[in-house]
């Protein structure tokens, strides 16, 4: 955990984004001057209030030159949902198959049903 850490402050990111749902070993980064900050987002979690609240503080963060490295137990649909809904909030994609279509690109495999629930409340969240 030590190495890794180092190497993600080596590498200049400027914020460690946790989206696991307990802050297990969070601490670790504080003891390398890291900062973090942790954005539980578990299945029990209703996707548009997660989303409203952390959405605004991401863009907010890359605006100011942040680098961020964001990460979950694994590369899951919460992880690459809520990425793919960013880039759909924000602007960076317009339509939701097409950000999808991104998304599977990148990460090489299918979004499945919770990635895409998270893109449908963007689009939803975009609509209304």
């Known amino acids: 955990r030590h190495e890794e850490i180092l190497w993600i402050r080596e590498q200049g990111f ?55 490295l964001m990460h979950m137990e694994e590369v899951s649909d919460r992880l690459c949902g809520f990425v793919a809904g960013y880039l759909l909030w924000s602007g960076l994609v317009a339509t939701g198959p097409e950000v999808i279509t991104m998304i599977e690109r990148m990460t090489a495999r299918q979004l499945g049903p919770q990635g895409r629930e998270v893109v449908a409340a963007v689009e939803s969240l975009r609509a209304g």
């Not at 997660?50 to 100011?64: C, F, I, N, S």
């Open 14 to 68: 400027t914020t460690v984004i946790s989206l696991i749902p307990a802050p297990h070993n969070l601490h670790n980064y504080d003891e390398l001057d890291v900062p973090w900050l942790h954005w539980p987002f578990s299945p029990e979690e209703e996707p548009l209030v997660v989303l409203g609240r952390h959405y605004p503080e991401l863009r907010k963060l890359l605006a100011e030159g942040g680098t961020i």
